[in-house]
């Protein structure tokens, strides 16, 4: 599965992207992510470890995960992830 990092969390990971054996969903991808990167925790996965972080956007195959099944969201090894912080601009 391929793993896609923009603005700082590519510095975070030091790579543009990885590619990963698929966890089960989400959650489970994001526990991986910050196992490897432990700067990740706190960031990518709320402090409960049990949902996503606030300031971050996780899309599957190009679709944002709060219209598919949140962190619950199934990943095979086909599945495209992005992982991104969330900007605003004004």
């Given at each position: ?14 790579c543009k992207s990885c590619d990963l054996p698929a966890p089960s969903n989400v959650l489970e991808l994001m526990e ?59």
């Open positions: 599965m391929l793993v896609k990092f923009l603005a700082t969390y590519r510095q975070i990971a030091r991986a992510l910050c196992a490897r990167w432990p700067e990740f925790d706190g960031l990518i996965l709320n402090k409960e470890r049990t949902d996503k972080g606030d300031d971050v956007i996780i899309l599957v195959n190009g679709r944002h995960i709060e219209h598919l099944d949140g962190v619950a969201t199934r990943l095979t090894e086909q599945d495209y992830v992005v992982i991104t912080p969330l900007v605003a601009g004004g």
